[in-house]
């Protein structure tokens, strides 16, 4: 996997400032200069967001790389449809085939629609569109849905357009790396010295891994459960991921961190053989050989394999147990109060 070792060592480079990402600052330099020239675009007023009828709550990071974007979304979300709104949600859809708007049906492969918004759907059961203008994307979930009250964006933090009322900037432990932009470090856009406007910070990882208060997320493994089960919505059973302990098994990972996920495992009293994976994997062959017994993969990897294609190997999906707790709820509704009320009041949202 010579992309995935990419990655890994670039990942890797971005956790100091040694000599492979010293060697990429004059790249970052130019960055920069791109991106103080969108701020002043945003300044000028040329650039801006365009209005939509619903508000928009943005869950998104500053760093490159997964830091747990989709499990909050699924948290954010299902917040909302609790206190009685009725959200739908837009993302990018990595890893897809194309660029077009495309509403994700249950049927939806995950190469069409990318394996996050895969996911989504099947966890959640709402309404998702994905598309490279988050806009258009938007404005399109609302013509086939117009009972969605909210909009959640899978990331979309440096998508000018979108309008957001709320904004969830999510870290993991790597918090903002070696600090440098580009392809030199992590960073999407400068670190800010406060937390900007309208936005709630959560921390994917055991503590703050960055001065910027703001809440823990806990997570945990649920247990495992036969691709087919999960297919068929059966839940994950803690017992099975016990019995897996006397077993020795692959892990895959098709994900920007997958130690992560190995860690898990292991902690769980799992004996590994670790399998990384490039981000979104697309299984379009099976990466471990036929005569493999056991596989444990994640719910992002699962909605990309059949059933039938995993001949006798028995693969387990284990999903993970993500919550942020009630003083993040808290915040985050305060935060989008405001933005419901004027759009119950008539009033413009963005």
């Given at each position: ?105 249950a049927d939806t492969p995950a190469a ?130 016990r019995d897996l302990a006397g077993r ?83 915040q985050l509704l305060a935060v989008l ?14």
């Amino acid at each position: 996997m010579p992309r995935a070792r990419g990655s890994q060592r670039l990942q890797s480079a971005w956790r100091g400032r040694g000599p492979l990402a010293v060697a990429l600052l004059p790249f970052a330099a130019v960055y920069a200069l791109l991106w103080r020239l969108r701020r002043l675009l945003l300044a000028a007023g040329v650039l801006r967001a365009e209005p939509l009828p619903v508000p928009v709550v943005v869950v998104g990071n500053l760093i490159a790389g997964g830091a747990g974007k989709t499990p909050t979304v699924i948290a954010v979300a299902s917040l909302l449809r609790r206190h009685g709104h009725r959200p739908g949600i837009v993302s990018r859809g990595y890893g897809r085939s194309g660029d077009d708007v495309l509403e994700v049906l249950a049927d939806t492969p995950a190469a069409q629609c990318g394996d996050e918004p895969r996911l989504l759907k099947r966890r959640l059961g709402l309404p998702v569109v994905v598309g490279r203008d988050r806009v258009a994307a938007a404005r399109e979930l609302l013509r086939r849905h117009p009972g969605v009250d909210v909009l959640v964006s899978d990331d979309g933090l440096q998508h000018a357009r979108l309008p957001r009322a709320a904004q969830v900037l999510v870290f993991d432990e790597r918090g903002a790396g070696n600090g440098w932009l580009l392809p030199a470090g992590p960073l999407r856009e400068p670190m800010p010295s406060r937390v900007p406007a309208s936005t709630v910070v959560l921390y994917n990882a055991p503590a703050p891994s960055t001065p910027l208060p703001g809440h823990l997320a806990t997570r945990s493994l649920a247990g495992v459960v036969p691709l087919a089960d999960w297919w068929a919505g059966r839940p994950p059973s803690p017992d099975a991921l016990r019995d897996l302990a006397g077993r020795r098994v692959l892990a895959a990972a098709g994900m920007a961190h997958p130690e992560r996920f190995f860690d898990m495992l292991q902690a769980c009293g799992l004996t590994l053989q670790r399998l990384p994976l490039e981000d979104h994997h697309d299984y379009a062959t099976l990466p471990w050989d036929a005569a493999t017994q056991d596989v444990v993969v994640t719910e992002k990897d699962a909605v990309k394999l059949d059933p039938r294609a995993v001949g006798a190997t028995r693969v387990w999906v284990a999903p993970l147990d993500f919550a942020t707790g009630p003083a993040f709820e808290a915040q985050l509704l305060a935060v989008l109060r405001p933005a419901m009320t004027r759009r119950l009041d008539g009033h413009p949202t963005a």
